[in-house]
């Protein structure tokens, strides 16, 4: 299993969200959901304060479509929890100065990571953040990403904080390691192979590393539409598509994509 996957599974987990005292919980939704957040807050009148966390930053034009940041008390968050483990969903975090907490993640933003909200991301953040972790997190205590779980009941989460101690100096945005974007990638995979419970029902902790790679191997032939990779959950699941010579002329091809699929399903044989 490769040491990012096996870094980011044997990671503790939490049952439910409990801000020590003096702190304050913080929701960072997505766009999609941000609608439906908002209406059950009104309907449930819990106080909130919220902001789209794009404004105020190079990215105000098309902050509709990013994500929302709400500032919650204890009575809403569950209801925000929820909504977190939705796909698209967010991050939680913990700060005892919302103010800073939200110039904070705007100072994170940037072309490379202005979805500082998608859990995969994050965690990528933070498992790369070396020397920078402290300049990483900032003001935020800490940092809360769904679990990814076939089950979708399932509300796990990850707690991510700074171990490190603190920096004089942090320059924004943030200059991570170039391993950042495969990190990123393996850790995309995993959402995605637990949102696709159904063909991956029976996929093991210990088989997704393998998942993965063949994810990755698909796609550096050509073959990344979700509708594809899909169908061809089997190949995904069983062996290492790598080393299956029986197929490297289908996927070389310069047939379209769809067609490949076609060809490699007529071939498959786990």
């Not at 500032?71 to 925000?80: E, H």
């Not at 949102?195 to 093991?204: A, D, G, I, K």
Request: charged share 20%; with cysteine.
């Amino acid at each position: 299993m490769s040491e990012v996957i096996t870094r980011f599974l044997n990671r503790p987990t939490l049952n439910q969200l409990n801000p020590a005292p003096l702190q304050k919980m913080v929701f960072l939704i997505d766009a999609a959901q941000a609608t439906v957040a908002w209406r059950a807050l009104t309907h449930a009148r819990i106080p909130c304060k919220y902001e789209q966390l794009w404004g105020r930053t190079p990215f105000q034009a098309d902050m509709l479509q990013g994500p929302t940041w709400f500032v919650i008390g204890p009575q809403g968050i569950d209801q925000m929890a929820d909504l977190c483990h939705q796909r698209p969903g967010g991050v939680a975090l913990t700060c005892t100065e919302p103010k800073a907490a939200l110039a904070h993640a705007r100072a994170l933003l940037s072309e490379g990571s202005r979805n500082i909200h998608d859990p995969a991301i994050w965690a990528s953040m933070a498992l790369e953040s070396g020397r920078q972790q402290a300049c990483l997190f900032g003001p935020w205590c800490e940092v809360f990403t769904p679990v990814p779980s076939a089950d979708p009941t399932t509300r796990h989460w990850h707690a991510w904080k700074n171990d490190a101690p603190a920096t004089a100096t942090c320059e924004y945005p943030l200059s991570l390691p170039d391993s950042l974007y495969s990190t990123y990638i393996d850790i995309r995979w995993l959402y995605w192979l637990r949102h696709n419970p159904q063909p991956f029902t029976h996929l093991s902790d210990t088989d997704l590393s393998r998942s993965v790679s063949n994810l990755n191997f698909l796609v550096k032939h050509g073959i990344g539409v979700d509708r594809h990779l899909l169908q061809l959950s089997a190949l995904i699941i069983h062996g290492d598509l790598s080393q299956r010579e029986d197929l490297m002329a289908i996927l070389t091809s310069r047939e379209l994509p769809h067609r490949r699929v076609e060809q490699l399903l007529q071939r498959i044989q786990p």
